[in-house]
């Protein structure tokens, strides 16, 4: 799967691993040295991410429950930027129905900002 800023037309990851259980989501990236360019882990249904246990910095775009019409776009509705590792909890985003987690500077190199459509495929 890939994802993609359809409003600046541009590419957030061309390669989207998906958590799918209870158990992917809860370790996320925990335990990885490193998440490359181009890549990304997508949390269906979730609304906030920790930092626990993490190695490295990470983007988090908080996404909004998909558009019926557009199939699977979906609203940013809130951007994290270099997410520091051992830093806790994220606050819980309000309407997010999934988290794309990113490597660090994905969201400034893509100008991505709330209100933006994304979509996954």
């Known amino acids: 799967m890939d994802a ?9 990851a061309a390669e989207v691993e998906v958590a799918g259980s209870v158990w992917a989501r809860f370790m996320g990236l925990m335990g990885r040295r490193s998440l490359a360019h ?8 979730d609304n906030g991410i920790h930092m626990f246990f993490m190695r490295f910095a990470i983007d988090a775009v908080f996404l909004g429950r998909p558009d019926g019409a557009a199939g699977g776009a979906r609203r940013v509705v809130a951007a994290k930027q270099r997410l520091r590792p051992w830093t806790g909890m994220v606050p819980l985003v309000r309407d997010a129905n999934g988290v794309l987690e990113l490597p660090a500077g ?5 100008g991505t900002e709330v209100g933006d459509v994304v979509h996954l495929g």
């Open 38 to 45: 181009g890549r990304g882990l997508w949390l269906p249904g």
């Open 4 to 12: 993609v800023n359809e409003t600046r037309q541009q590419s957030l």
């Open 106 to 110: 994905t969201i400034e190199a893509t």
